[in-house]
């Protein structure tokens, strides 16, 4: 059985850090590209950070500079490193698993920055 969970989220004031962590069970974990996603409430879901299996990223505009996504392949988890942390930054952060084959979601975990 497939197993994403995710953890590591909470309430913060900006400018204030969080790291994630989504651990990985049931699947070859350095064979999936890994991802997080954000959810804010009354929009889609935004793409955030990507980290493939040649541990190479990529990060949507508005989190370059201060999110970082890496990996411990043998925890088979993945983090998301989040620095200077914005109001707009709030929403529910998901991770996925994906390969060729299959994609694979966490439950979520809830990311609010406010003062």
């Known amino acids: 059985q497939v197993q994403l969970v995710e953890s590591g989220g909470g309430l913060v004031q900006p400018g204030e850090s969080l790291r994630l962590s989504c651990a990985a069970s049931g699947i070859s974990f350095t064979h999936y590209t890994m991802r997080w996603y954000r959810q804010a409430p009354g929009k889609q879901r935004d793409l955030v950070a990507t980290i493939t299996s040649s541990t190479s990223t990529n990060y949507a505009d508005s989190v370059k500079g201060r999110f970082t996504i890496y990996r411990d392949n043998p925890k088979n988890t993945v983090y998301l490193q989040m620095n200077s942390l914005k109001p707009e930054d709030t929403a529910v952060y998901y991770c996925?698993?994906?390969?060729?084959?299959?994609?694979?979601w966490g439950q979520g975990t809830q990311v609010t920055v406010s003062s």
């Open positions: 996925q698993a994906t390969n060729y084959l299959h994609d694979y």
